[in-house]
């Protein structure tokens, strides 16, 4: 008997491995330039990438502000060209150098993936951030105070264990990584059901039923119907006024 259930478990594990083998990742950064994706910066026109803030060298995505003389609100988010409802998102960063003179306190050694996103062709010009849910990666900023993997929500509500939360950000008990570090973090996506972050291959956090905020003005534009549940989206990231690199950005499609 437990030979037959040890034969089983091994056709079921060679099973599960060639269907994996199957779901390839999607790269949505091909290492060379910014084909695919879609430039908002705030007070600035679609696809104005002010100031060379997005750029790729040496077959990385940066967030650059080398050519600013100091912040004056300017917020930028790159969207991929299509949106997606099941699905993996993986992205490797790290921060680097120092953030630029202006920025908001809170901006030092801060980023984030925004998922189940509105588009950019339906921000406001003036709009800072798009109505979406935050995936939010935080680095040491030697405080031990801080936590990475949080959840952070412009115009929107999420449920975690049954229950609707309002606040901005939700934090983990994931510590956060040192400046220069290369980072994982994955948003494993199931529509409007369930949504996990996960840094370094560990689940930091989990809920599900993302949806507008009925009181925040931008989202109230994009309620049709009083349906305020969010079930896909475009995909962004941010730049929040401290540089950071992406080297890898992949999507595995979920059925």
Known sequence: MIIKFIFLFSVFSLTTAAQDSKNERISLFNGKNLDGWKIKITDHDLNDNYKNTFRVEDGILKVSYDQYEKFKGEFGHIFYKDKFSHYKIRVEYRFTGNQIDGGPEWGLLNSG????????????????????????????????????????????????????????????????????????MEVEVHGDSLIKHIVNGEV????????????????????????????????????????????????????
């Open 113 to 184: 993936i925004m998922i189940h996103s509105q588009s950019p062709e339906s921000m406001d010009k003036d709009q800072n951030f798009p109505i979406s849910i935050e995936a939010q990666f935080l680095g040491d900023d030697g405080s031990g105070t801080r936590t990475t993997g949080n959840v952070c929500t412009p115009g929107t509500h999420i449920m975690m264990k049954g229950k609707l939360l309002t606040e901005h950000c939700i934090s983990t008990s994931k510590k956060v990584y040192p400046p220069g570090e290369w980072v994982t």
């Open 204 to 255: 930091v956090s989990e809920y599900e039923k993302p949806q507008l905020d009925g009181t925040d003005p931008y989202a109230q534009k994009l309620i049709v119907d009083n349906k305020k549940i969010l079930q896909e989206g475009f995909i962004a990231l941010q730049a929040e006024t401290h540089p950071i690199e992406f080297r890898k950005v992949e999507l595995l499609i979920l059925k």
